[in-house]
């Protein structure tokens, strides 16, 4: 009789942790890009624009929301992040 309490509730929890990787993939990926972009906006001498300091803010945010299984949020804030880098790059 236990067992048949004990194994739907082992399934609902481990469905309930598989449900939290749909943007995983996006968030990292976005992270590894914006990351890059900024390394080379620096290198381009813009590290002190106000827009790269925005996007610097959006990484860290981003990167915060990963430790947190927050996907979709940091993916919005990588993508964020990539358009102020943009900015910075093009000098605004």
Known sequence: MKAWICVPLIALALAGCAGKTAYRDSC???IDAAWHELDLAKAEGFAGTVSYS???SLLTGAKTQ???E??????????KAR???RESRAGR
């Open 28 to 30: 990292g990926s976005q």
């Open 54 to 56: 925005k996007a610097l």
């Open 66 to 68: 990963q430790q947190f």
């Open 70 to 79: 927050a996907y979709e949020g940091c993916t919005r804030k990588a993508e």
């Open 83 to 85: 358009f102020y880098i």
